[in-house]
């Protein structure tokens, strides 16, 4: 929670410093993800994605006419399903594993075609909450492995969206892919989860529906 309020300070700071004359945004925005784990998975492993969701504020700012500053501080979560081949045709899922992070991206968004579409790029900053895992079935005690992971991410973010304005609100859907630029395993012998290679990040889709307040 203490992070949350940290996030929603920084959003409402930089509204703060916006100019009078800018045009300016502020919203609400949710999504669903298809992003999870790859990297060279253990010999007899696999991975694939399990879905996972995202939520928080949006706010933006006007720096040309066509050009705007987003910042989006957000929860997201993200899942993974882990397989192993047990000599079957197709690999077996075991386990689920679930990764959450308190997140902010930082991007520009570009408006196109009279501003009715948009496309967006920048990097995403990420702070891990946790990392836990159960298997398929939920038979065993869910555990945590954030040890395993570093703290921090770094992704790339790009995508497109289109927008309606209503009156002074602004509802927007948009698809976005992300890539996390940074190895993501805390490559500590004593505490690695051995179904994670030494090298993992994230990436995948997200499916974002915006609804912002435009002053």
Same mark, same amino acid.
């Given at each position: 929670?203490?992070?949350?309020?940290?996030? &929603?300070?920084?959003?409402? *700071?930089?509204?703060?410093?916006?100019?009078?004359?800018?045009? *300016?945004?502020?919203?609400?925005?949710?999504?669903?993800?298809?992003?999870?784990?790859?990297?060279?998975?253990?010999? &007899?492993? !696999?991975?694939?994605? %399990?879905?996972?969701?995202?939520?928080?504020?949006?706010?933006?700012?006007?720096?040309?006419?066509?050009?705007?500053?987003?910042?989006?501080? %957000?929860?997201?979560?993200?899942? *993974?399903?882990?397989?192993?081949?047990?000599?079957?045709?197709?690999?077996?899922?075991?386990?689920?594993?679930?990764?959450?992070?308190?997140?902010?991206?930082?991007?520009?968004?570009?408006?196109?075609?009279?501003?009715?579409?948009?496309?967006?790029?920048?990097?995403?900053? !990420?702070?891990?909450?946790?990392?836990?895992?159960?298997?398929?079935?939920?038979?065993?005690?869910?555990?945590?492995?954030?040890?395993?992971?570093?703290?921090?991410?770094?992704?790339?973010?790009?995508?497109?969206?289109?927008?309606?304005?209503?009156?002074?609100?602004?509802?927007?859907?948009?698809?976005?892919?992300?890539?996390?630029?940074?190895?993501?395993?805390?490559?500590?012998?004593?505490?690695?989860?051995?179904?994670?290679?030494?090298?993992?990040?994230?990436?995948?889709?997200?499916?974002?529906? %915006?609804?912002?307040?435009?002053?």
């Amino acid at each position: 929670m203490k992070r949350i309020l940290q996030l &929603l300070g920084l959003l409402l *700071t930089f509204m703060s410093l916006s100019t009078a004359s800018a045009q *300016t945004s502020v919203g609400l925005y949710g999504g669903l993800s298809m992003i999870s784990l790859s990297g060279d998975s253990p010999e &007899l492993t !696999g991975y694939s994605g %399990n879905g996972g969701y995202s939520f928080g504020l949006s706010g933006e700012i006007g720096i040309t006419k066509d050009i705007k500053l987003m910042l989006q501080p %957000n929860y997201s979560s993200y899942g *993974t399903m882990i397989g192993y081949d047990i000599g079957e045709e197709e690999l077996k899922d075991s386990l689920e594993l679930d990764v959450s992070y308190y997140r902010l991206p930082v991007l520009a968004k570009f408006e196109a075609l009279n501003d009715y579409t948009y496309f967006i790029s920048g990097l995403d900053f !990420g702070y891990l909450n946790d990392a836990k895992y159960t298997d398929v079935n939920q038979t065993i005690e869910e555990k945590d492995i954030s040890d395993s992971f570093q703290e921090f991410d770094l992704a790339a973010v790009f995508g497109a969206g289109v927008k309606i304005p209503v009156s002074y609100f602004i509802a927007s859907a948009e698809v976005r892919y992300s890539q996390s630029l940074l190895n993501l395993s805390s490559n500590v012998p004593e505490v690695q989860f051995n179904s994670l290679p030494s090298r993992f990040r994230f990436s995948g889709f997200q499916i974002i529906a %915006n609804l912002s307040y435009k002053f």
